[in-house]
Every structure is written in C-alpha cells, then in structure tokens.
C-alpha cells in the first residue's frame, strides 16, 4: 500500500474536465490490481471467459480507459512494474499472507451462504498473474496506448516521466510517487466516483485530487529529502517504521530535528537498521529514458480477434471501444491539421 500521507496531506480537488488533454504516466499494476478486486460477479468470483481467463482487469481497464480518452481526452500511459526491490520483498511475503487469509475466509463465507461477507473478501484474495499482465499490455498495445516496462517500481518510473516534463504528472492511489520525486500526482482518476470499503461493506464517493509536491513542501515547510525521512519514520513498501509513530507525529519530529540522524536516542534506535538503502531506493531508483510516448491508431480487427473470439467479449461491447477510439484518432488528426494550417 506505500506510505500513508493522508493524515498530512495538501491536495487540491479537480473535476476530470480540469484534466483535458493532460498525458498520465498510470501505475499500471496498481489500477489493475483495482479492477481485478472490485469488477467481479456477485458472489465474489473475477470474471472468466469460457476457459477460465480471468477478463475482470480487462473490462476496467477497456472501457474506463477509452472513455477518458474520449469524453475528456485525457492521455493515460501505462508503466508496468519490472523486478521489486529486494528491500520489498518482506512487503510482498506479507501481501500473499493477507491474500490466502482473505481467500480462507471467502470459501468460509461461501460454505455458510454469506455471500456478503465473502465479497468483501474476494476483493483482496486475488493476485496479478503474468497472463493478466500480459493480456493487459497486449490490449493496450492494440489500442495505440503506449506501455512502458520499468526496470523495478512503476511509481518511481512514472515519477521520472513527470520530472523530465515527458508526461504531466504520476498517477496512482498510492502515494510513494511523490517520495520518488514527482512534481504531480493524480489521485482517483475514476468516472463512477465511487470507492468500495470492504472493511465498512459500503462505498464512498471518490473526486479526483491532484497533489502538488512543491505546494505541499512549502506548507510542511519540509524538504523533499525529509519527506522521505518522515516516510521512514511511518513506515514505506521497503522498511518496517517506528511503532507508534503515525504522519503527524513524524513531521513534528523531523520538523525539530531535521533528519533521522539527528532524532533522540529513544527513537533513532528504533529505526530500521536499512534507513540508508531506503532513502537511496527513494533518492536514486532504477528508472529508464527508454520508452516511447506516441499514441497509434487502434488495430480493429485484432481488437475484436483479441477481445471477442479470445477473451469472450460481447461484440457490440468491443465496437463501443472502437468508436471511442475513432473518436480519440478523429480529434487527434483535426488538432494536427490545425496545427499544420493556421488561419
């Protein structure tokens, strides 16, 4: 889930029309992993085509997708996570543990009738397979939506678009791409407006947010390089924090002492002993310039071949994408031919 900012953080809501004509860099796996928890049938099941792969990312990703581009011409690109960090893989071990908990408890749910209970479980008991991943980039691709592959972390490689001004800024629920750096992040980039709470069994209403990492520096009166102490403090995807120590109390403390070398003893001795190796990861992360941000024009056949025959899409369903894609690449060319014919 990355570092919890919400008790501390400085936003400023957006409409999606606040957004038009902005290029996205998205984290991918953290959207999937979204559609793949909360688009599924009513007993808590993803949805299968009829040899049992899984489709529930693809339909969210599809349609909501073709929809910003559009109705509200925003540009979403798609960076996929590569290799994790070793200093994550204690963060991973406890995912899969929290994930065959909640699968447990889905088939208890299921075996009693309570289909209720077993949906808010099955909203968390699932993982992204290499098939899904790859099933995902192959419709993007499709589309004439540009992928690209990080070397390790999606958010940091999205953090580096946005700082090289490729793209106008991150965008992720989570919040680790402001720790790696980039100047914008886009949070709730969704059309619903509506947020499931499995812990609650209700939803809550979701108005897309833009963070301004300077903006919010300033109003912290903090550093960058001390945003990531504070992030050590509280706890981030690579180390364990400091029992005790929620966001507010951990801006007071770097507030006073300025860096984690600089704490009270009481404290500084209950930091993880690879406070280091995080502040590189967040400082230094592996990012590539290799990628290319051009959007094509949608491949039809192989979309219909791909999402129809393949996937078992319903036709009439794929041909509503295809003519928002049309609508995209018909906006796209009268923007270059006036660009290339001034009056």
Known sequence: MGFNLAPILVKQRLSLNDLWGRVLAVDANNMLYQFLALIRMSDGKPFTDAEGHVTSHLIGLVFRTTRLLAEYNIRPVFVFDGKPPAQKMLTLKERNLARSKARREYESAIDRGDYATAWSKAVRMDSLTQ????????????????????????????AHMARREDVWAANSRDYDAVLFGAPRLIRYLTISGQEYLPNKGTSRPLIPELIDLQKMLATLQITLEQLVDLAVLVGTDFNTGVRGVGPKTALKLIGKYGALES????????????????RTLFSHPQVTNNYDLRFSEAEEKGLVQFLCVERGFAVDKVHVVIQRMRLFGAREASNLSAWLNPR
Do not use: C, H, W, Y
């Not at 939506?145 to 070397?151: F, S, T």
């Open 131 to 158: 098939e899904m991943i790859g099933d995902a980039k192959r419709v993007l691709s499709l589309l004439g939506i540009p992928v690209v592959q990080a070397p390790q972390e999606g958010e940091a490689q999205a």
């Open 263 to 278: 704490l009270p003893t009481e404290i500084k001795d209950k930091l993880p002993q690879n406070f280091q190796e995080v």
